[in-house]
């Protein structure tokens, strides 16, 4: 899906370009701070880093400024782990200014004179242009000796990482950097006290750095620090996008005011919020805040701010398990838990949409979603389990008829559902009849083909064949739609309300 820059009625926005002379602000006012004081400010203000984990600013920076090593070295993610939300890109390429002065805030008051801005190893036009770009600010004085004039010195490299989901992770970006599998570290130590290379490293996502920056420069203008984030919302929207918008709005605003409310024709079923481990949420939970405070009070975790609205037509067994088999690949496979723990879901809700699901299986699920929280190492795994269990506590009958009565009430599932081709609709083309892998159509050109029951596969090809055409075929649950028993040509079969079968064309 296309996601467009959503323009909202909040103030101006840090992915504003900003103007020559209000460039790197934020940036001299902290040269000439306290940096206790600067530690203690942003601590007041509450700001947590934006990767994904959680962890407060202010407790990485009190760690790693109580380290008495001069080697210090500063971190900068700029991979985008999750897809729900292309944070980094967004900001690396239209704000590039408030990432690396955010950067450059945080080595100043750790003390680390030497950053590396961690880049998806697979884009080599991405690296190019920041090098570009750091190079230019290299130029201007306001990286490498004498930061701007002051005492402060700080040179940045650029270096390719796997874009990996675990790697949002600290330690697993750590080991990524290092050359070694990426996997989440055991802890202690933090990475803060030892960690690249052996050194006491600091390591914060694009979207920290971002905010950093931008709480900084509230600081020096002595007004009211609030905070934002970036939103991503998608699915059934009228305008699915990014949007920078105020830390802690709630799910329903960003449907509603955001995005435009739901797309023409669509119902509104449930929301993940939150990432790719996010919760699943029902209409009546919409008023959840997206911030790290709210979800952690009503039980939930907040990975990113993203929003996925699912419309009545969307399966939520189909759904979870997609986001499962996510989940599977995300995992760094280090720890048992999170290695078999995740594989284990995901045989589960693949299960649950081929008819193979046992008695058992819902609550055996349950456990395991709650054991990989309570055994896995990383808060990647930790969270795997969330959106399946969230979404059995919703939609609990819909889970039944799947894994009881083998039934998809929204016909997504394909195990679920008889394939059949409309007559009226049928052109004769033979498109799907050559491209169906059991030869279950019969027909020929010119003719309305018939699909045969017993040896379609349920495989969904002829769909998908056929939609951008005649889109004849159409999927059935216990009502079947009016076929002829054989191929006949094309217009020549009329069916009456309750009855099917071959009738001539009557003459004029």
């Known amino acids: 899906?296309?996601?467009?820059?959503?323009?909202?009625?909040?103030?101006?926005?840090?992915?504003?370009?900003?103007?020559?002379?209000?460039?790197?602000?934020?940036?001299?006012?902290?040269?000439?701070?306290?940096?206790?004081?600067?530690?203690?400010?942003?601590?007041?203000?509450?700001?947590?880093?934006?990767?994904?984990?959680?962890?407060?600013?202010?407790?990485?920076?009190?760690?790693?400024?109580?380290?008495?090593?001069?080697?210090?070295?500063?971190?900068?993610?700029?991979?985008?782990?999750?897809?729900?939300?292309?944070?980094?890109?967004?900001?690396?390429?239209?704000?590039?200014?408030?990432?690396?002065?955010?950067?450059?805030?945080?080595?100043?008051?750790?003390?680390?004179?030497?950053?590396?801005?961690?880049?998806?190893?697979?884009?080599?036009?991405?690296?190019?242009?920041?090098?570009?770009?750091?190079?230019?600010?290299?130029?201007?004085?306001?990286?490498?000796?004498?930061v701007l004039g002051s005492d402060f010195s700080f040179k940045v490299g650029v270096a390719g990482v796997p874009a990996k989901f675990v790697c949002r992770e600290d330690t697993a970006l750590i080991a990524a950097l290092s050359g070694k599998p990426a996997m989440s570290g055991l802890t202690p130590p933090l990475p803060e006290a030892s960690g690249f290379e052996g050194r006491p490293t600091l390591v914060h996502a694009a979207q920290t750095a971002a905010q950093i920056a931008a709480v900084c420069a509230q600081l020096a203008s002595g007004g009211d620090v609030s905070q934002t984030q970036l939103v991503a919302v998608s699915g059934a929207v009228r305008q699915p996008g990014y949007a920078e918008l105020p830390l802690g709005i709630c799910v329903q605003d960003v449907v509603e005011t955001v995005a435009g409310g739901m797309s023409d024709d669509a119902e509104l079923k449930f929301v993940q919020a939150g990432g790719s481990a996010g919760p699943i949420l029902t209409a009546e939970e919409l008023d959840l805040k997206l911030d790290y405070d709210s979800f952690e009070q009503s039980g939930r975790t907040l990975g990113i701010a993203s929003v996925v609205v699912c419309d009545s037509k969307t399966c939520v067994v189909d759904y979870v398990k997609d986001v499962q088999r996510t989940m599977n690949q995300a995992s760094c496979g280090k720890c048992v838990m999170g290695r078999e723990g995740t594989w284990q879901m995901q045989e589960f809700t693949h299960d649950m949409t081929t008819g193979k699901s046992k008695i058992d299986d819902p609550n055996m699920l349950k456990e395991l979603a709650e054991g990989i929280r309570a055994g896995a190492m990383c808060s990647v795994c930790k969270s795997a389990g969330i959106p399946v269990k969230s979404a059995m506590e919703c939609f609990p009958e819909e889970f039944e008829l799947h894994m009881r009565r083998k039934k998809c009430p929204t016909m997504v599932c394909k195990k679920y559902v008889t394939f059949h081709i409309l007559p009226d609709k049928c052109t004769g083309c033979t498109d799907c009849l050559t491209k169906c892998p059991v030869d279950a159509i019969a027909g020929g050109e010119g003719l309305i083909h018939v699909i045969d029951q017993d040896l379609c596969n349920n495989c969904g090809i002829c769909e998908e064949i056929c939609q951008p055409g005649a889109d004849a075929i159409v999927r059935a649950g216990a009502v079947k739609p009016k076929t002829p028993e054989k191929p006949v040509p094309v217009g020549s079969f009329v069916s009456k309300s309750g009855l099917g079968g071959l009738r001539k064309k009557r003459r004029k």
């Open 1 to 146: 899906m296309t996601m467009n820059r959503i323009q909202t009625q909040y103030p101006a926005s840090m992915l504003a370009e900003q103007e020559k002379e209000t460039r790197f602000a934020a940036l001299r006012y902290v040269l000439s701070q306290d940096k206790a004081a600067l530690v203690e400010a942003i601590e007041t203000c509450g700001l947590v880093g934006r990767s994904g984990v959680g962890r407060p600013v202010a407790d990485k920076w009190q760690l790693c400024r109580a380290q008495s090593a001069d080697d210090k070295i500063m971190l900068l993610n700029g991979v985008d782990t999750d897809p729900l939300l292309p944070a980094a890109r967004i900001l690396i390429d239209q704000a590039p200014d408030r990432v690396i002065e955010g950067m450059l805030i945080a080595a100043f008051i750790v003390g680390a004179n030497q950053g590396i801005v961690c880049l998806d190893e697979t884009d080599e036009d991405q690296k190019a242009q920041v090098e570009t770009y750091l190079k230019t600010l290299v130029d201007e004085g306001v990286l490498g000796d004498k």
